[in-house]
């Protein structure tokens, strides 16, 4: 089977909940200024100018190195990073289409809640996680990183036999981009762990490029925000 030529990982761009969240766990508050649905946050301002920002680098590439397919998580902050970098760039682009594999991580009862929340109405969690360790934690209802693995497995192998010879480019969530390096690349949890520490947390509209080499993908560039403007 023949493999995509090139796959580029983009983080959406930053949305409430990445604003919210820290905010709140940083005072111990029991809620966050963000409600709804984890599917339904929406991009803020800077995640705009951010979305539109990796259009122009999109744009500003030659055609023959433009991507040939998009596809995108359901989830609105990454469909909206799309439509607003295809907006920006200028450029006619290929209609995206979503995969329910690349959702972010599915935290099940825990979804939308600070850790204030989380440590007041699920108090064994902390010794659950602890004892599964990171890798193998399920939240209750939710999926654990093996399990993000599995399903990105399964989305690669179809986008290999899919899309072949194809530039591709991803637009997701941070433990996406993280997962399909371990799948990509076949590292285990402690590599994982290594990576990021290296590279940092996954930057919102980072890019994460793999080209295709001898019939496999090599990574060429991980959470690069070269093209972002300054903060």
Known sequence: MGVVAELVLVRHGQSLANVAFPAADARGLLEAEVSGRD????LTERGEK???????????RPENE?????ITSPYRRARETWRLAAEASGVELPTPSTDDRLVDRLLGDLEMMTRAAVAQRFP?????????GEHHYTPPG??????????LGSFLGDLHRDHAG???IV?????????????????DWDQVLAAEREAG????????????VDGRLELAYYNSVDHLPPN
Do not use: C, K, Y
């Open 66 to 70: 433009r991507p040939q397919v998009v």
């Open 166 to 168: 194809r530039r591709v």
């Open 142 to 151: 939710g999926e654990s990183f093996a399990d993000i693995e599995v399903r």
């Open 171 to 187: 637009v997701a969530h941070d433990a996406v981009v993280l997962m399909m390096r371990a799948v990509i690349e076949e590292l």
């Open 201 to 212: 947390n996954v930057r919102n509209a980072s890019l994460t490029r793999f080209v295709a």
């Open 124 to 132: 064994d969690e902390a010794q659950r996680r602890a004892d599964a």
């Open 39 to 42: 599917a339904e946050v929406p």
């Open 50 to 60: 951010q979305a539109a920002a990796l259009g122009e680098w999109i744009g500003a």
